[in-house]
């Protein structure tokens, strides 16, 4: 069951320990191919081009359920490192997308190397290809490609390229030849590009578990995948419930989403790991009985002894930890001051 809450703004002290005040507003196209000189960063210059975009690959392909490794090395490969006419400035084209239907902005102009099927090799034609103001909007526009589709005939053109729908970024490197690009080698390029410049470790960290996981929220949400992409399902589960994953991803910001099967996805900033202590920002409301309070305990296991000190109903205290013991969580209020989570409601940050 779905619950609003609001929380009262409070200043408190704890043992001459001030506890942060709680506001009274706390809520929760084809594109060209080029050949680089080298693929992997035997120079500075190359190593100096992963640094600028890697954080833009990483906001981008989030946002959209992408690999960044995948972005990143198609820029590497469409733009020799940033070295093509098309990538410098006043252009900023990292990826060889042409102007196409409905782009409104501006254009340039140029040569460029196409497959030609019937041919069997590449031939040169003139073509308009995007501008842009950065890096940053050229990363945004080519993972709208990817999202979107080309045109509005076909948006799941490139499907096999989402994270959702693929197992690793090989996976959608595969995809995207035939597709996105002419060349029937694409994803061995690409490949090639993600392996020796390691940029994989851009990538959301995925891996195989079997945990059991609390819901140490006042309810956990339920969403059909864990990128930016995803939407809330409808379900959500109860506190202090205790389900199956089979999946962990660890995403570049840091914070981490469980599969719960069938793509049923859920934050760690709702569920945690029993007996696992991991950070957490929120605030909790003591919901107990009027003119009394709860105990804080010197810690959250079976050996937690009483502080001395309690926590009045009804007042609002911001938590940093939480943990799952014996069936239900814990939280943190600094220190070794611990709660249990039946006397409060949270809500995280």
């Not at 506001?23 to 594109?31: C, K």
């Not at 490197?173 to 390691?198: C, F, M, S, W």
Request: hydrophobic share 35%; with cysteine.
């Amino acid at each position: 069951m779905k619950k609003t809450l609001a929380f009262l703004g409070l200043i408190s002290t704890i043992g001459g320990t001030a506890l942060a005040a709680v506001p009274a507003n706390v809520q929760a196209a084809t594109v060209n191919v080029s050949t680089p000189t080298t693929s992997y960063a035997t120079q500075s210059y190359q190593q100096d081009f992963i640094n600028k975009i890697k954080a833009h690959a990483q906001k981008c392909a989030l946002q959209y359920g992408l690999y960044p490794s995948v972005q990143m090395a198609q820029a590497i490969l469409e733009s020799d490192w940033g070295r093509s006419q098309l990538a410098l400035a006043p252009n900023y084209n990292l990826f060889g997308i042409k102007k196409g239907e409905g782009w409104t902005g501006a254009t340039v102009t140029m040569p460029t190397q196409e497959w030609d099927a019937n041919a069997g090799k590449y031939v040169t034609i003139n073509a308009q290809f995007r501008k842009y103001p950065s890096f940053f909007e050229s990363f945004t526009d080519n993972a709208k490609k990817l999202r979107l589709g080309p045109g509005s005939w076909n948006p799941q053109y490139y499907k096999g390229a989402w994270m959702e729908n693929t197992t690793s970024y090989k996976d959608a490197t595969k995809a995207l030849t035939g597709t996105y690009a002419t060349d029937p080698n694409y994803n061995t390029k690409l490949n090639r590009v993600i392996e020796q410049n390691n940029l994989a470790q851009y990538d959301p960290q995925i891996k195989t578990v079997n945990k059991v996981v609390a819901v140490a929220a006042s309810s956990a949400t339920i969403y059909n995948t864990f990128t930016g992409v995803r939407k809330a399902t409808g379900q959500t589960l109860p506190q202090n419930t205790t389900w199956r994953a089979n999946r962990e991803v660890t995403l570049a910001d840091g914070s981490t989403w469980y599969d719960l099967g069938k793509n049923q996805w859920a934050s760690a900033g709702q569920v945690v790991v029993p007996g696992q202590t991991t950070p957490f920002n929120g605030v909790a409301k003591v919901n107990y009985v009027p003119g009394y309070g709860i105990a804080i305990w010197n810690k959250a296991t079976a050996d937690r002894t009483f502080t001395g000190k309690r926590l009045t109903h009804g007042t609002s205290w911001r938590v940093f930890k939480k943990t799952v013991v014996d069936g239900h969580a814990w939280y943190n209020l600094g220190g070794d001051q611990w709660i249990d989570s039946q006397y409060v409601i949270v809500k995280a940050d």
